[in-house]
């Protein structure tokens, strides 16, 4: 899926690069790897991040689509781009992970009501057993 991904975030920049330029970069990319981030943990989106890096090199910082020595610009875009997703991909896996916490608290807490629903329909039924046969 990181691969899919990043093939759909590089078509719609390669598609709009006539008109956005050398402009919005990395928008596409960092959408993305959010969004698998989210959907399939950290190491997919890891993976998005190292097939996103050279496309986005390459294709849409200046001069296009050449590899050049990288200049302080685009060093600066290429660690804004590693930092920022990588800090948002590893936030959205802590919040995947507290919500499964949550969720198994909740099915935690709903087991041990639901037991402790039928002990007390036991010890009621053991109390009506018992005071039946006290008076008769």
């Given amino acids: 899926m990181a691969f899919v991904g990043v093939t759909i975030a590089f078509s719609l920049r390669f598609a709009l690069h ?8 990395l928008f596409f990319f960092q959408i993305n790897t ?8 950290i190491g997919p989106a890891l993976m ?13 910082l200046a001069p296009f689509n050449q590899f050049t020595v990288l200049d302080q ?4 875009t290429l660690f804004v ?8 991909g590893i936030l959205v896996e802590l919040l995947r992970r507290e919500q499964y916490n949550a969720q198994m608290a909740m099915l935690v ?3 041990r009501f639901k037991l402790m629903l039928e002990g007390d329909h036991k010890i009621r039924s053991l109390l009506r057993s018992a005071s ?5």
Avoid at 73 to 76: F, K, V, Y
């Fill in 18 to 25: 006539p008109v956005l330029e050398g402009s919005l970069p």
């Fill in 34 to 41: 959010i969004l698998i981030a989210f959907f399939f943990g």
């Fill in 48 to 60: 998005t991040m190292f097939l996103s890096g050279p496309l986005l090199a390459y294709f849409f």
């Fill in 73 to 76: 610009r685009d060093i600066t």
């Fill in 81 to 88: 781009y590693l930092s920022y997703t990588l800090v948002t």
């Fill in 109 to 111: 807490s709903d087991t």
């Fill in 132 to 136: 039946g046969q006290k008076s008769a």
